[in-house]
């Protein structure tokens, strides 16, 4: 054992055992091996420890595990150690913990099926792939892709793409992206109408080809190999499709969980169309041939849905609906046939019942006899040399029979289908190269294997020769390439396997010869194979226990094949006459046309079907197989053929695989099961990739990565200047054995293992060195703290014994100063205690006696006040005593008197009964009684009376008479009163007992409601307290509540005002994503332009070759123009350019019989889509034209209900100016008396002040006439214009509806068609043309007229000048403005009256309005300015009249003041300045343009030039024609300068120096319009001399979005190109550049190569960004680019730089590390401090690389807690969910240091991130523009101080 080997075994080392449940365990050694032991202690990774028995023979070691930063590698031959158990671990690692479905194994793509949507391949995956080498992303199906299509295009050779792998393995989705790959790269999208079509061919193929099994729900049931090809530009063309192996046993017969195929269910499931109806079909339950599965629903999937599918795919690929209702009655008459039942007539012979509705219905569909089809079906015919007999069958051959002709007529259909889509695949162009992309079945062993497997596993046979041969013909290459000596590989070679399949006396071969023997049988053909094979061949074997059976060792495992079935399903007989009935259709032609190629499917051995149930089917039917000999192939002969015709294609094309993987067999998302794994990994030749791989030298390194890498392990002496004879060196002394490794040309080679042992030693290295590191700066840290504290404590201990003795001192001199004190003290505390005693003890006496004598004192006015008050108290207690009883007895009384009244009333109510009993018995005694009882009362009242005067007599006539009976009547009445109250005494004794009674009674009633009193009172009160209570929680809950809606109010305004702020910035958004929209659409009508002048080029060429001498001239405007002009020119022009482009057209059609007729149509679909866009964006802009005249018409109702009051305020307003003149007059008219008056003194005088204050106010109001003059001009040029836009419209408006759509034409006859449609149409232009000119003529006429009505005007203006000269100038103003308003009313109102369209009017009414609103605004203004004019009169008039009075006073004599002379006045010359106008002849407009825009280079001339000085000089000629009023000049220049900066970013549109001069001097030209329009909004920053220069006669407004648009394709331009220049930068520079030296390391690589991140010659750095980015800016700065908008192209290149960066690297796993973070964080720093250094880290830049950054910060903060998850959720704001998980799975470890990330933490990131709104896109989408906008940015540059420099060759330019 090497040394190496002893090194490896050592304690802790890791290695695999193998296992039955898991294939293989990890394990960990515990103790070191010694040669000579026959076991290894480990310890499996649950701890429990095993001894490991080695092999006694051959002692071979368990395989040793591969560090973990080896583990989870994109490329399996970058393993260290290249065996099984590795390969397995490396796809588990990436399918279970870093969601990665695909793994490179050398030149082998591994997908793993992840039974799971997963969004990898959308448009921006494509995007991210193409163009890229394929070992520098991520293994993806699109890389394997991208590398054919680049193979193809690079060595001009065909490329295969070979996929492969078990059913549910998804093998046609990995062939379905590939193919959907080639369509994207390969075509745009709106014209890529052949990659339609080819992608429209899957679901078609799927529909009939697919169906569920229990392993996968869209199994393909059989192979195909599709044919892409491509033309010389490398863009898809056509396709062809091979078909292989049909399984057409599925058709009658499918196993539990299984169906048929998707067709027939999707029929079933769509019966109830009305289309349908006439198919008879119902549920899927309802056939035969559809529920023996007993699964017809698949979970998730709309057969109705799959069906519409299925025939808009037919429709796409030609197929029209009759022979799509063909197909589907052919499908339909096969689920009826299968329902057809036979029944036993005798043993020898069946019968059909008649009138089978089944049968009935099939023979219906297919129109044939019911007769011959039941005959048939259960009779065959036998020929022999001389007769023909006709014999029944029994049942069960006439149900075979039946099932036969299903299976046959299904095949038939299939075929049919694959060669009509081949047909509409198929194209006329000449293909240069294809793709072929293969998807085949994988290896099959079952329970039961029978032909169809066999054919399966002898193809797979085949394709892994042809795998191994192309894998050790790689290897071969290399070493020879690197010129290394090399052995012969030693690898497995099943040509013996195949051999024995197809060799002469092989097993198809004996099969074949079995089929011919007349009583062949599957036994005898078994006892051939045995006799012939069983003692000849080791792979040939029989089982123990069968004699029908055969067991071949194939490359993959032993297969036993059943015997049973091989001869009938090698024949595939199918009953001739049950054809020949079929053949005989009338009534349905698409039968026949089905079996139109003859006997080629009704031998008994058919057509080229499959296997049993499978056939294979060629989709070119080759015309030289029509002997009958061919007829009588059988299955496995012709399938035979078929495959060596396949081999044969892949040998002549460069092939790719794909191995399919599926993970397990239940179909669980991202479950991986190892075992069936495994078994796929040896059954696809993965394994054995890695075992070629491994016997060679698999690891291989270039020098540099080598040295880079392992730079550690060397000393400074062995580091030479040749890297080469370093590495030389440093492997010799590493490794002694060299024959581990061999030194290419430019790299070494490594066998297996030797890259893990090196990274062993690197890791002991880098151990040791941390060590020592460590050692070294514990050390040192160490003894810096010792000193640190040592110095400390000294410093302490210093100032803590000075602290104690300066506290030792300070406490000595306050006990000395205490004891002094205590001293006085306690003297002073004695003598203050003795006196306080003594005053107290004095106080104390004092306060004695004086109490003593208080106390007495107070004891004799107690008691004296005590006998007062006893005397009052027993007073009143007597009184309130006899009170007390007095109330007794009156209560007694009551009481007394209310018991005698209750029995009264008793009484009474008694007698009231009795009463009412005798009222009933007497009627008429109550009336009696009432009277009786009122003559009683009256008595009784009288004897009262009576009584009362007798008592009042008798006392007087008794004091009077009787004094001397006093006596007497004394003792009568002593005596009656002692009579009287003895018997009132014994009443009152009874009464007295009866009251105490019903006293006690009371009491005790009193007592109870006194009780209840109490119960009630304390029951109120505890109530009460409650009620207290609840008041304080309602008042508590008020409170709380008021407060919750404060809050709640204060949040909701919180809400309210982040919602308006989202509000806003959502309606930013929209308008930025609107403005985006429109950009985008100008950039497709830019691409769209120039495609259409490529065309009319193309054509312009061909019409001059076809025809010499004839030049067809090219219209001045461009197709923009035509969009926003709106005069008649334009419209002339236009149509010019129509004409020619017509008869350019049609010579083109004459002579261009070799043009690409292709082409030309794609063309013009595109431009009939535009066409019909623009159209929807016109009739768009109509229906809002619509709604704005209603709203228009509303607002004439009420405007004309609102011209009443305008008119009476116009009125009222002209009044009031006649006042103001008025008044004007009379001051006028006083100043001038006053002016008489002082003419004697010469006030007057010309020069006086006076004399100029007239003369200033005569010269104001002349300029106002002027100026109102100009007003009128412009007014009647604006109506001028308006008739010839009316009459332009009008022009414009005619229909054009003979357009021809010429994308629908599909042959010659439509294309004649269309050449005579194009004909007519060019009449039809023609015609158009001349009306164009006769309208033309008749406004020629019409403007004549018109000057001459100018002419007149003019002369009349004249005389009206003349008058008001005449009048005073007050007046002047006033007549003008009358005048003029007579004038305009009366022309309108002429208008009005000419103008019959009602449209028209109401535009003519409109405008009339709006000018009559700005004549009363004009109005305002001079009413404002005669109010002015009236202050300054009133101010000049004072001063005239102060001068007045000075002068009166210092004046001489009259006489001496008029002999004076008058004095001269000389009134200078202003010389002319230049008004920075620049004039030009109409010829040199050219010239002009040719100088200025098309000769001028950015590089040389323009860089000596003013910044926009081109924009300058062509606004400055523009301004001349203004000011000369000729619009056909302002419009031929505009579009002049328009369509030739358009032709020079054409031409030179990848040189970034002319797009940005030309973009910076178009926003200049654009400013300068804005400028310069007269508009009050830019006026604002003008100077007056600036505002003197604005355009007087001509509104260029939508001249100014044209020029905007313009600006925006340039700036579009701009971008493309610095993306096209950043483009290759941004990668290497960002990403695999080391910026920061020896941060990180690079990884073993394996057979795909990656770019390496160490920095080679050519190589683009960090710094080469910032160059071009400073080169950029410096360029724009140059070229005088707007400050804002140089912030907007650079935040643009920071977008891009970033977003380019974040998507390569969530694309490629080894540059997700720690080092790689740190790498890109510095990288951004730098690109931020550029920003500093150029002053714009306000544009926005920085947030662009936000997702950027956060990126590289996931990459180094930690990722293990939930804190870290938390703290990863907020940081990464910027990004989406999908792109952190995706980061996360790929971080991988550079080294052993780190860690990785767990499935744990990402599932917890993920739960936390689940409540994101966000896209699931996963990449950036770089092709993002940010709309661009041209903020307002004034020149103070004067247009007079600009000269032209000689250099520009504009001599012919006159200053004006």
Known sequence: MNQELYYMFVKLARVWIPDAEEVWKSAALTKNYEDGDGSLQLALEDGTNLEHKLDPKTKNLPYLRNPDILVGENDLTALSYLHEPAVLHNLKVRFIDSK??????????????????????????????????????????????????????????????????ESGAGKTVSAKYAMRYFATVSGTTSEANVEQKVLASNPIMEAIGNAKTTRNDNSSRFGKYIEIGFDPRYRIIGANMRTYLLEKSRVVFQADEERNYHIFYQLCASAHLPELKD????????????????????????????????????????????????????????????????????????????????????????????????????????????????????????????????????????????????????????????????????FETFEINSFEQFCINYANEKLQQQFNMHVFKLEQEEYMREEIPWTLIDFYDNQPCINLIEAKMGVLDLLDEECKMPKGSDESWAQKLYNTHLKTCSLFQKPRLSNRAFIIQHFADKVEYQCEGFLEKNKDTVNEEQINVLKASKKFPLLVELFQDGEKAVSPTGQPQGAGGRTRLSVKPDKGRTSSREHKKTVGCQFRNSLQMLMDTLN???????????????????????????????????????????????????????????????????????????????????????????????????RAGQVAYLEKLRSDKLRVACVRIQKTIRCWLARKKFLRQRRSAITIQRFTRGFQARCLAKFMRRTSAATTIQKYQRMCVARRRYRQKQAAALAMQTILRAYMARQKYRALLRESKAVVIQKHARGLLARRRFKRC???????????????????LKKLKIEARSVEHFKKLNIGMENKIMQLQRRIDEQNNNHRATVDKLATLEAGHAADSERMRVEVTRLRGVEEDARNNANRANSLQGELERLKKELATTQKEKKTIEDWATKYRDEMEKMVSELKSQNGLLKSEKDDLNRMIQEQRQQMTEQMARAIAEETQQLETDLNEERSRYQNLLTEHLRLEEKHDDLKEEMALSSNTSRPGHRRTDSTHSSNESEYTYNSEYAEADEGSRVSEVDGGRAHMDSGRGMDTNLTLKLQKRLGELEQDKQQLRDELENKEELFQRARARDDVEHKKARGAELEYESLKRQELESENKKLKHNLAEMRQSLLGNQATGAGAPGSPAYKVLLDQLNSSSEELDVR????????????????????????????????????LKDTDEIKQAYVGLKDTNRLLESQLQAQRRSYDNETEGLRSELQNVKEENNRQQQLLAQNLQLPPEARIEASLQHEITRLTNENLEILTDNQDPTASREARVTILRRMVDLMEQLEKQDKTIRKLKKQLKVYSKRIGEMGVGQTEGQTSPGQMVDEPVRAVSIPRREKDFQGMLEYKRQDELKLVKNLILELKPRGVAVNLIPG?????????????????????????????INCIKKILKKRGDDFETVSFWLANTCRFLHCLKQYSGDEVFMKHNSARQNEHCLSNFDLAEYRQVISDL????????????????????????????????????KPTGLRKRTSSIADEGMYTLESILRQLGAFHSTMC???????????????????????????????????????????????????????????MACGAKETLEPLIQAAQLLQVKKKTDEDAEAICSMCHALTTAQIVKVLNLYTPVNEFEERVSVSFIRTIQTRLRGRCESPQLLMDTKVIYPVTFPFNPSALALETIQIPSSLNLGFLVRV
């Open 100 to 165: 990665l479905i695909y793994t490179y194994c050398g030149i082998v793509l591994v997908a793993i099926n992840p039974y799971e949507s997963l969004p990898i391949y959308g448009s921006d995956i494509i995007n991210a792939y193409s163009g890229q080498n394929m070992g520098d992303m991520d293994p993806h199906i699109f890389a394997v892709a991208e590398e054919a299509y680049k193979q193809m295009a690079r060595d001009e050779r065909n490329q295969s793409i070979i996929v492969s792998g």
């Open 279 to 442: 198919l008879r079909l119902g549920s899927a339950n309802d056939f035969l041939y559809t529920r023996q599965g007993r699964s017809p629903v698949i979970e998730g999937v709309d057969d109705t849905k799959e069906l519409s599918t299925t025939r808009h795919a037919f429709t796409l690929l030609g197929v029209n609906e009759s022979y799509q209702m063909g197909l589907f009655q052919v499908l339909a008459a096969i689920l009826h046939l299968g329902n057809v039942e036979v029944k036993d007539r005798d043993s020898d012979s069946s019968v059909i019942p008649p009138n089978n509705s089944h049968l009935t219905a099939f023979c219906e569909l297919v129109g044939v006899s019911y007769q011959d089809m039941s005959h048939w079906l259960c009779h065959r015919k036998l020929r022999t040399a001389t007769e023909t007999y006709i014999k029944t069958v029994p049942r069960l051959q006439a149900v075979n029979s039946r099932d036969a002709l299903a299976k046959h007529v299904y095949a038939k259909l299939f075929s049919w289908i694959v060669e009509h889509v081949n047909k509409a695949l198929v194209t006329n162009i000449k293909q240069r190269s294809f793709i072929g992309v293969l998807d085949i079945y994988g």
């Open 652 to 750: 002549a094309t460069t092939p790719h695989y794909v191995r399919c993987i599926k993970p397990n067999d239940f179909k669980l998302a991202f479950s991986f099961d190892p075992m069936r794994a495994v078994q796929q990994l040896r059954a696809c030749g993965v394994l054995e990739t890695i075992r070629i791989s491994a016997a060679g030298f698999p690891s291989r390194w270039t020098y540099q990565e080598f040295y880079s890498r392992y730079r550690v392990l060397m000393k400074q002496k062995d580091v030479l200047q040749d890297k080469r004879l370093t590495c030389r060196n440093v492997l010799e002394f590493l490794v002694q054995d060299q024959d581990k490794y061999q030194f290419g040309k430019t790299k070494i080679f490594f």
């Open 886 to 904: 007095l109330r007794a007895i009156v209560y007694l009384q009551c009481c007394l008197r209310r018991m005698r009244a209750r029995w009264e």
């Open 1269 to 1304: 003059k100009e007003e009128v001009l412009i007014l009647r040029s604006q109506l001028v214009s308006q008739k010839e836009a009316t009459h332009h419209k009008e022009t414009m408006t005619e229909p054009t509806h003979h357009v021809v759509d010429v994308s629908k």
């Open 1509 to 1537: 000085l081109p924009a300058y000089i062509l606004f400055m000629c523009l301004r001349h024609a203004d000011y000369v009023n000729d619009d056909e000049k302002v419009r031929t220049l505009l579009a002049s300068t």
């Open 1607 to 1642: 600006a925006i394709q340039i700036y579009q331009q701009l971008i493309k190109c610095m993306e096209n220049i950043l483009q290759a930068m941004i990668v290497s520079g960002m990403l695999e550049h080391e910026t920061i030296q020896g941060v990180s390391g690079v």
């Open 1678 to 1736: 140059q070229h005088g680019t707007d400050p804002e908008l140089i912030k907007q192209v650079v935040k643009q290149q920071f977008y891009i730089i970033g977003a380019v960066t974040l998507n390569n690297l969530l694309l490629r796993k080894d540059m997700c590390s720690w080092s790689k973070g740190m790498q890109i964080r510095y990288n951004v720093s730098q690109l931020e401090e550029w920003l500093r250094d150029k002053n714009l």
